[in-house]
């Protein structure tokens, strides 16, 4: 045999995968202040557009009033005005809206990213889904409250995602990713689960009671 075929391969250095840094909690909750507070801005906004639109329009009805109660057009004059009214106030309610789900949606896909992501997984797309299917923001006294879908159930984000992560299991971090083993924000893992071809009876049925029959049918087969 060959000096050269007896050689031994150099050794290669592997260097350990880097774990994902978890997002600073005075940070997340820094952030989630400042979303409640665009949203009660955004409120306040509203209703003072609201009042500005009211004072106009009692003004120009009085006025016009006076001049078309002579010709017997006042009646033509509020509908108008109704009208006028409804459009602007439909219109102001519709931006609200559209400000509220934003910041809402942003408040979520924060709070999901305190958790131990999959790699390439988005929080944002996640948060999209969960909104769809899952959970529900409400507005409660200027703030945001959060109840599922399916029962209206209120529910706390830091206890709700870690509760989801099975069902959703490509976009959390498993046993078998890099960086699977760092905790969630709670200190618990948030890892995947068996698929329902390798479940028992009883653990079909304690998956089925803790998170619905909607979240076991995404689970793989």
């Known amino acids: 045999m060959s000096e050269t075929a007896t050689q031994e ?5 592997v260097e350990a995968p880097e774990t994902p840094k978890v997002e600073n909690p005075e940070g997340v909750l820094k952030k989630n202040q400042e ?9 306040q906004e509203r209703k003072d557009l609201a009042d500005k639109v009211s004072q106009f329009e009692a003004k120009e009805a009085e006025r016009e009033r006076a001049r078309l109660e002579k010709r017997g057009e ?5 509908d108008n005005l109704e009208t006028s009214h409804k459009t602007a106030l439909e219109s102001e309610q519709a931006r609200y809206k559209t400000l509220f789900e934003n910041a809402s949606r942003d408040q979520l896909a924060v709070a999901i990213g305190k958790h131990d992501l999959a790699e390439g ?12 299917d899952e959970i529900k923001p409400i507005e409660e006294n200027g703030k945001v409250v959060w109840r599922k879908i399916a029962t209206d159930e209120q529910v706390d984000l830091n206890e709700f995602i ?14 078998n990713n890099p960086g699977g083993d760092a905790p969630g924000n709670n200190g ?18 304690a998956y089925i009671a803790a998170h619905g029959n909607a979240a076991y049918q995404k689970l793989p087969y």
């Open 9 to 13: 391969a150099p050794e290669t250095k």
């Open 35 to 43: 979303l409640l507070g665009k949203l009660t801005k955004a409120e």
């Open 162 to 175: 870690p509760s989801i992560a099975t069902a959703y299991g490509e976009y959390f971090a498993s046993d």
């Open 74 to 78: 006042w009646e033509t004059l509020r």
């Open 188 to 205: 618990k893992r948030i890892g995947s689960v068996k698929k329902r071809s390798e479940m028992s009876t009883a653990e079909k049925s």
């Open 121 to 132: 997984a988005s929080a944002e797309r996640l948060a999209k889904l969960l909104l769809l």
